[in-house]
């Protein structure tokens, strides 16, 4: 049956897609193909494993006229080399789709292979002079902070996880009131079979001086949640913060409500260095057996590191008008583990782009885990 409706979702779109391309002109059709390479090796060098990504993304977006606007994105990844190789059922692991539909499938499954395809923007929209109200897969981005965000409650992501720049969707309804540039409600809901498995929540933005403020709440799956927001600038650095109190529903006076909290900077240098920081504090921490594999996999909003603390690091300048370099460092306060993320990028041609990035892990934390917590990525991107 899982199957069956897979099939019938990826006809109607196909179908609907060409209709509507033949009714109305030039619809907005763009996207990406990207290379991957990967090596991980061990702390003594003397282990490498190499792991591979094709990955085809196509974007569309339909006018339907009268204020309605129809998304629908396709995220295509061959995957081949060790880790597909060694690891019993990885394909299962990347076809469960987290989402309330389940829009995720493989058509291919081999040792030496497995090709992953799933819809990750599936929305309807309708826009008016004030409103904006949208149905289906979306990103809802509530998060002021870069790098950790209590705040977005729909749909957290991982910073590690730098191939996937257009974030994680989320099955929703979300409907959002302008009565200014800078002031808003807005209000969404992410299906789920209980209440336990749904995220329904308010949030007004507006500004008091030179800071946009928010302020949120509403349910977190089996919690209740409230919070806040910012981002301004203090003479000439600029500051963000997030904080968000999760309370279990089971009982008012349950004793396990926590907090969870980011602070972060950043500056420009005299010199165009840009310097940015952020701290976190992680009230809802619950041990990970795999922290390694945790850092590159989504987190949940009460549960955002695999650390009670965590502190982030960077550095960026751009020596050309086609490049840039970054210097970035993560680490915790309360566990020992220390990751380095060095990157590299250059702009080959107008739709061309090269990233050279690695992120090398130390610490007793990672110890014992795998035999190559180190890894250095070579990527092409071509888009059209």
């Given at each position: 049956?899982?199957?069956k409706?897979?099939?019938?979702?990826?006809v109607?779109?196909?179908?609907f897609?060409?209709?509507v391309?033949?009714?109305?002109?030039?619809?907005?059709?763009?996207?990406?193909?990207?290379?991957?390479g990967?090596?991980s090796?061990?702390?003594?060098?003397?282990t490498?494993?190499?792991?591979?990504?094709?990955?085809?993304?196509?974007?569309?977006?339909?006018?339907?006229?009268?204020?309605?606007?129809?998304?629908?994105d396709?995220?295509?990844?061959?995957?081949?080399g060790?880790?597909v190789?060694?690891?019993?059922?990885?394909?299962?692991?990347?076809?469960?789709?987290p989402g309330?539909?389940?829009l995720?499938?493989?058509?291919?499954?081999s040792r030496?292979?497995?090709?992953?395809?799933?819809?990750?923007?599936?929305?309807?929209?309708?826009?008016?002079?004030?409103?904006?109200i949208?149905?289906?897969?979306?990103r809802l981005?509530?998060?002021?902070s870069?790098?950790?965000?209590p705040?977005?409650?729909?749909?957290a992501?991982?910073?590690?996880?730098?191939?996937?720049?257009e974030?994680?969707?989320t099955?929703?309804?979300?409907?959002?009131?302008n009565?200014?540039?800078?002031?808003?409600?807005?209000a969404?809901?992410?299906?789920?079979r209980t209440?336990?498995?749904?995220?329904?929540?308010l949030?007004?933005?507006?500004?008091?001086g030179?800071?946009?403020?928010q302020?949120?709440?509403?349910?977190?799956?089996?919690?209740?949640?409230?919070?806040?927001?910012?981002?301004?600038y203090?003479k000439?650095a600029?500051?963000?913060g997030?904080?968000?109190?999760?309370?279990?529903?089971s009982?008012?006076?349950?004793?396990?409500?926590?907090?969870?909290?980011?602070?972060g900077?950043?500056?420009?240098?005299?010199?165009?260095?840009y310097?940015?920081a952020?701290?976190?504090?992680n009230?809802?921490?619950?041990?990970?057996?795999?922290?390694?594999?945790?850092?590159?996999?989504?987190?949940?909003?009460?549960?955002?590191?695999v650390?009670?603390?965590?502190?982030?690091?960077?550095a960026?300048?751009?020596?050309?008008?086609?490049s840039?370099?970054?210097?970035?460092?993560?680490?915790?306060?309360?566990?020992?583990?220390f990751?380095?993320?060095?990157?590299?990028?250059?702009s080959?041609?107008?739709?061309?782009?090269?990233?050279?990035?690695?992120?090398?892990?130390?610490?007793?934390?990672?110890?014992?885990?795998?035999?190559?917590?180190?890894a250095?990525?070579?990527?092409l991107k071509?888009?059209y």
């Amino acid at each position: 049956m899982k199957l069956k409706l897979k099939s019938i979702f990826v006809v109607g779109i196909w179908l609907f897609s060409t209709s509507v391309s033949a009714q109305f002109y030039k619809p907005d059709i763009r996207g990406y193909v990207k290379e991957l390479g990967g090596v991980s090796f061990s702390d003594q060098f003397d282990t490498f494993r190499y792991d591979n990504i094709i990955h085809h993304r196509i974007e569309s977006t339909f006018d339907l006229g009268s204020g309605f606007e129809f998304q629908a994105d396709l995220r295509n990844r061959l995957l081949t080399g060790y880790t597909v190789s060694n690891t019993p059922g990885y394909a299962n692991y990347l076809d469960n789709d987290p989402g309330y539909f389940d829009l995720s499938w493989v058509p291919v499954d081999s040792r030496k292979a497995v090709f992953h395809s799933t819809m990750d923007r599936l929305q309807l929209t309708y826009f008016s002079e004030n409103w904006e109200i949208s149905v289906g897969r979306q990103r809802l981005n509530w998060g002021k902070s870069m790098v950790w965000n209590p705040n977005d409650l729909f749909n957290a992501y991982s910073y590690l996880d730098f191939d996937y720049e257009e974030r994680p969707g989320t099955d929703a309804v979300s409907a959002q009131y302008n009565w200014s540039y800078a002031s808003s409600i807005s209000a969404g809901y992410r299906f789920g079979r209980t209440l336990d498995e749904s995220v329904f929540a308010l949030m007004y933005r507006g500004n008091i001086g030179e800071y946009d403020i928010q302020v949120l709440g509403g349910n977190y799956f089996d919690h209740w949640t409230l919070g806040a927001g910012w981002s301004g600038y203090l003479k000439d650095a600029g500051l963000t913060g997030e904080f968000s109190y999760f309370h279990p529903r089971s009982g008012f006076f349950d004793p396990t409500g926590h907090f969870t909290a980011t602070l972060g900077s950043n500056y420009m240098l005299p010199n165009a260095v840009y310097l940015s920081a952020e701290l976190l504090y992680n009230g809802g921490y619950r041990s990970n057996p795999n922290p390694i594999a945790a850092l590159s996999t989504p987190p949940s909003a009460d549960d955002l590191f695999v650390a009670e603390t965590g502190f982030f690091l960077n550095a960026s300048a751009t020596p050309s008008p086609l490049s840039s370099v970054s210097l970035g460092f993560m680490g915790s306060f309360d566990r020992s583990l220390f990751i380095l993320i060095p990157q590299y990028s250059y702009s080959l041609s107008e739709n061309i782009y090269l990233l050279l990035l690695s992120q090398i892990m130390r610490g007793s934390s990672f110890s014992g885990l795998t035999q190559t917590p180190n890894a250095v990525f070579f990527r092409l991107k071509w888009s059209y």
